[in-house]
């Protein structure tokens, strides 16, 4: 596939994703971290125009100054922006201010790709694949939150297929020896300065669950009252969801005594053989202590990856979101990408069923605070 034939098929995922949607749907930001969906056009539009149309391509003229703005993420680096929890003010600029926005880019970046494109131009446009990929998960959960949190629980799309659980045959744990081992990115392939430089860690001998926890056991955590026992939890997950109330998995609720789940298809029974999904690592945590086991470390994890099946859920980890060794920031804005975000997180693994096709791999290292749970988020024990 050439790099414009990538280019295309990204961009074009991006507005399936969006296309179930009304008008009204692309504007609402229920909470600080849910963006607006017309925003994730938007800014993943930006991000081509301002490292790469701007400063590569002589011939284009930029869209709309005030657009640097608007779709700013964090890039301190790239000047001033609206600030994340007023992008659901932005009644202007409109839905098809921007789909014009993505249109008139995407025309430019058409005309750019026909000529040569160095190596370093290379590696930005496929950082820029990337990184609108990670905006089309973010489009699908943001979206689940908007709608799901509509009190007539609408419906995203009635076609929308869950993916395939591929369970293994057995449930038992797997086994793994103590000794050293490599973790970390190796090859000639795209990978985030995250999940570099590869190195050795020693790992005592530890099992692992083959399976991902399904809602029908941690349905056994709720009636057992494990909400309610503080010798579950840590502290600040207990005064979590103290202060919150919480008494199950975000999109649960009970309604006559049986419990349902808001999904893409709108408010349904709870499906009790799909896995648990998005929890806090409050709730990880709290739910692998009341069954007398702990969460893997992201080493654990990686170094036993090859023996499950993965990707259904991203599984909170043990592990906080700390730089491997010789990390090293890129200069610019482009070293703002994972760096300035080490610190109060945890790290996930393994991917979800809304992560895009060829995004996703063994050493691929998400990262959350403790208390958000609107990703798609599951449980994966070890002992």
Known sequence: MTLAERYQTVRQHTADICSP????DYVVQPVEFVSPPKWHLGHTTWFFETFILKPYFAEYREFNPEYNYVF???????????????????SRPTVIDIYSYRKYVDEAMYNFLCGKISKEIEELLILGFNHEEQHQELLLTDIKYILGHNPLFPAYNSNYKVPKVDGNAVTDFISMNEGIYEIGFTGESFC??????RHKVYLNAYSISAQLVTNAEYLEFINAGGYHDFRH????????????????????????????????????????????????????????????????????????????NWGSRWEWTESSYLPYPGFAKAPGAIGEYNGKFMVNQKVLRGASEVTPPGHSRATYRNFFQTNLRWQFTGIRLAK
Do not use: C
């Open 72 to 90: 700013n993420s964090y890039y301190e680096s790239v000047g001033a922006r609206v600030i994340r929890t007023d992008r659901g003010n932005l």
């Open 192 to 197: 985030f300065d995250n999940e570099l430089n």
């Open 21 to 24: 949607l009304q008008t009204e």
């Open 233 to 308: 939890w840590h502290a600040e997950g207990w005064d979590w969801v103290n202060t919150n109330k919480v008494e199950a998995p975000m999109y649960w609720y009970n309604i006559d005594g049986k419990w349902h789940q808001y999904t893409f298809h709108g408010l349904e029974p709870l499906h009790l053989q799909q896995p648990v999904t998005h929890i806090s690592y409050f709730e990880a945590y709290a739910y692998a202590t009341w069954k007398g086991l702990r969460l893997p470390t992201e080493f654990e994890w990686e170094a036993a990856s090859a023996k499950f």
